[in-house]
């Protein structure tokens, strides 16, 4: 069974702050670690993805995000936001090999103030 | 090259009326997944496909069925609609090799 858990519901912060959203995961098979973004009335848009190898991962958008095998934890991090990061952002885990479905977080809003 | 599509994009419905929800996809890709997602819940499974003619249930499946009679049509059946079932709807495909999924546009269905 696998299992996503995402901290903070919402986020704010000042444009041109730094930002993290944090993500930890449950799994008992082998993971694959995906983050998405949601921008209002929207479908869910790829950001970044860990499959395996460097645990740094680096995305659109100036965002990364970084593996950690002994925390259970795929934290997002960007260093400098703008007003457009503004939308809700999902981390999702994948690693069952049989239906290769997604199990989602509950989501983090960012809120990006001018 | 549209990728994943769904229609309609809105939709009201009564308690106890039927629709389908449509995906469409023109990336040629084996798996295919119905998703609905609700306030603080995230994104839940409902059905999937991993390939023409076949389907599967997910965590969500009760008061729906799907169908996959072609590899680039996935349908989303609601036989009697319910209030709880108001949602926003996700279509998702996926490569075969591949974890990482594109989503639709999505559909909102309100049912009154």
């Known amino acids: 069974a696998q299992s996503v858990t995402q901290l903070d519901s919402q986020v704010p912060v000042f444009e041109e702050a730094p930002v993290e959203l944090r993500c930890n995961y449950s799994?008992?098979?082998?993971?694959?670690l995906f983050w998405y973004v949601q921008y209002p009335n929207q479908g869910l848009q790829l950001l970044l993805k860990?499959?395996?190898?460097?645990?740094l991962v680096k995305g659109i958008n100036g965002f990364e995000a970084e593996f950690n095998k002994s925390q259970t934890s795929f934290h997002l991090r960007k260093p400098s936001v703008h007003i457009s990061d503004t939308a809700e952002y999902f981390c999702?885990?994948?690693?069952?090999?049989?239906?290769?479905?997604?199990?989602f977080g509950s989501g983090t809003r960012l809120q990006v103030q001018p | 090259n549209a990728g994943v599509t769904q229609t309609p994009k809105f939709r009201v419905l009564k308690t106890g009326q039927s629709m389908t929800l449509l995906c469409a996809q023109d990336?040629?890709?084996?798996?295919m997944y119905w998703y609905r997602q609700d306030p603080g819940m995230g994104l839940r499974l409902i059905h999937y496909?991993?390939?023409?003619?076949?389907?599967a249930k997910g965590e969500v499946p009760d008061g729906y069925n799907v169908s996959r009679l072609k590899k680039q049509n996935f349908l989303l059946g609601l036989e009697s609609a319910a209030p709880s079932q108001t949602s926003v709807y996700f279509c998702?495909?996926?490569?075969?090799?591949?974890?990482?999924?594109?989503f639709g546009p999505g559909t909102r269905l309100t049912v009154t």
């Open positions: 998702a495909t996926s490569p075969t090799g591949a974890y990482e999924q594109y």
């Open positions: 799994s008992s098979v082998s993971v694959y």
């Open positions: 860990y499959l395996s190898g460097s645990t």
């Open positions: 999702a885990v994948g690693g069952d090999t049989g239906r290769r479905a997604l199990t």
């Open positions: 990336m040629n890709h084996e798996y």
């Open positions: 496909s991993v390939g023409e003619g076949t389907t």
